[in-house]
């Protein structure tokens, strides 16, 4: 599993960068936060193939 933050100085960008990353198979893992500055943030985690966390019962 990979794990990264995508970050964008306004909300649309966010959502093109978000909804790229999700045509790649990237997931997103919570909501949105957005800084004091006005940055936005999103957490996204992308699963490998080489195994099923649900199957062996792995925490994620």
Not at 35 to 57: N, P
Request: glycine fraction near 14%.
């Amino acid at each position: 599993m990979e794990y990264t933050i995508v970050s964008a100085d306004d909300e649309k960008l966010l959502v093109s960068k978000v909804n790229q990353m999700l045509g790649d198979g990237w997931e997103t893992e919570g909501g949105v936060a957005i800084s004091a500055g006005g940055t936005f943030y999103q957490a996204m985690i992308l699963f490998d193939d080489e195994g099923d966390e649900f199957e062996t019962g792995e925490e994620l």
